[in-house]
Nanobody, 125 residues
Framework: QIQLVESGGGLVQPGGSLRLSCTASGFTLDYYAVGWFRQAPGKEREGVACVSNNNLGTSFAEFVKGRFTISRDNAKNTVYLQMNSLKPEDPAVYYC??????????????????WGQGTQVTVSS
């Protein structure tokens, strides 16, 4: 069964850190581009970070550059989103998605074939 599962969300104080995980089952995630998206209540979904297949390249939204990183652990079939220096504007449901598009990644949700169920991130003091 093809599935993506996010985990690692939770409550953190401003300036704190969280690491989100996106674990795939039923397919090899390294062959896929993976994107992280977020959606806050009443707002459009927006791309946060992505990594192309085989770790060829990454891209980050301007509002997370210098704070978030994305990485793969192929042994665990997992992609991580390390979120540092979290801000009050970062809370949202964070989703990961996988795409068969090769050698690139993008924040266009249309190219992604599989989506996880999301994990909630809350930033509050």
């Amino acid at each position: 069964q093809i599935q993506l599962v996010e985990s690692g969300g939770g409550l953190v104080q401003p300036g704190g850190s969280l690491r989100l995980s996106c674990t795939a089952s039923g397919f090899t995630l390294d062959y896929y581009a993976v994107g992280w998206f977020r959606q806050a209540p009443g707002k459009e979904r927006e791309g946060v970070a992505c990594v192309s297949n085989n770790n060829l390249g990454t891209s980050f939204a301007e509002f997370v550059k210098g704070r978030f990183t994305i990485s793969r652990d192929n042994a665990k079939n997992t992609v991580y989103l390390q979120m540092n220096s979290l801000k009050p504007e970062d809370p949202a449901v964070y989703y990961c998605a996988a795409s068969t598009v090769q050698f690139m990644c993008t924040f266009s949700g249309r190219i992604y074939d599989y989506w996880g169920q999301g994990t909630q991130v809350t930033v509050s003091s």
